[in-house]
């Protein structure tokens, strides 16, 4: 991984036009993985037990709703974050769990861009909103969120 | 009506504190958030940051360790007292999720909860809903997470 802030990035603020999709995963969800999360992070039983998991309202192990979106994380890393000038983000508006992820389960989606602005506090910096889709390997929605980045513009060079 | 008659609406809750390690730091955000700014020293120094600092879903995600942990405590002492504990079910979301200011290795973040709403659904009677707002301050009392959740919960 490349992780020189003066490197070359693919991806600057004004890359990121409206409308512009970043395919998300595919990231296959394991048992493992999903009670390695939440015995960290959430331990409750119909994360951490595939029998509790089935016996309730889940329909099986499922995982954490904060593992669902440290994945998707991890999937906006993967397609255009990493290769990017993003300088980090000041929140989430909503991010909506609509469908349990259980074990097995192969996530992938995608990323929308809503709007780009510069930001007037910060010259070089700008702010990039998108929406985001996450599906299941049967193409049913999981989960939808919609947040904002900062990115460094392509010619203010190295951010400070 | 089990779960609904003992939360308190309103009021301001310490749920648990944490301390992140630059080493916890690293290892959440190599599987989850590898920007260069959380899992390189040396490139977050350089960065907007100024030093390596936790993935804000790092930041969020101890929030639910400790709330778990919390609501535990809290069921064996209401059942201490003869009363019934809430049961939780899953949650639909979370939303305005705001990361103030980064947290850094060796940062102690201390957590809340205010329970802002709990309210029945006439459409799924055995579940309600409660909503809550959850910050996390820094051990110099600067807020560095806020944000709104909901989870369902027995009637």
């Not at chain 2, 080493?23 to 899992?39: C, G, L, M, N, S």
Request: hydrophobic share 40%.
């Amino acid at each position: 991984m490349n992780t020189d802030p003066t490197a070359r990035r693919t991806y600057a603020l004004e890359d990121f036009t409206p409308g512009r999709q970043f395919q998300l995963g595919p990231y296959p969800v394991s048992a493992e993985e999903i009670i390695e999360f939440a015995s960290a992070f959430d331990p409750q039983p119909f994360h951490i037990d595939e029998d509790a998991g089935k016996s309730s309202v889940l329909g099986g192990l499922a995982a954490s709703g904060w593992h669902i979106c440290a994945i998707t994380m991890r999937m906006f890393a993967d397609s255009y974050i990493v290769d990017s000038t993003s300088q980090g983000a000041p929140g989430v508006d909503y991010c909506k769990w609509l469908r349990p992820v259980l074990a097995g389960d192969v996530l992938h989606g995608q990323s929308t861009v809503v709007s780009a602005r510069p930001l007037m506090s910060r010259p070089g910096l700008g702010a990039v909103k998108f929406s985001h889709e996450v599906f299941n390997q049967r193409r049913e929605l999981v989960c939808t969120s919609e947040n904002t980045g900062f990115f460094g513009s392509r010619n203010a060079g190295e951010v400070h | 009506m089990s779960g609904f008659e003992n939360l308190m609406i309103g009021e301001r809750l310490e749920i648990g504190r944490h301390s992140f390690t630059e080493e916890a730091i690293i290892a959440f955000a190599t599987k989850y958030d590898p920007q260069p700014f959380h899992v390189d020293t040396e490139a977050a120094r350089r960065s907007i940051y100024g030093a390596l600092c936790a993935s804000g879903w790092h930041t969020a995600a101890v929030w639910m360790r400790l709330n778990v942990d919390y609501q535990a405590a809290q069921a064996a002492r209401l059942r201490e007292e003869g009363k019934s504990p809430p049961v939780f079910g899953p949650s639909p979301g979370i939303s305005n999720v705001k990361w103030f200011k980064p947290v850094y290795g060796g940062d102690t973040i201390t957590y809340f909860n205010t329970v802002t709403a709990a309210r029945m659904r006439p459409s799924k009677p055995d579940w309600g809903i409660v909503e809550l707002h959850s910050e996390g301050v820094n051990q110099k009392g600067d807020p560095v997470i806020a944000f709104d959740n909901a989870v369902l919960i027995k009637t």
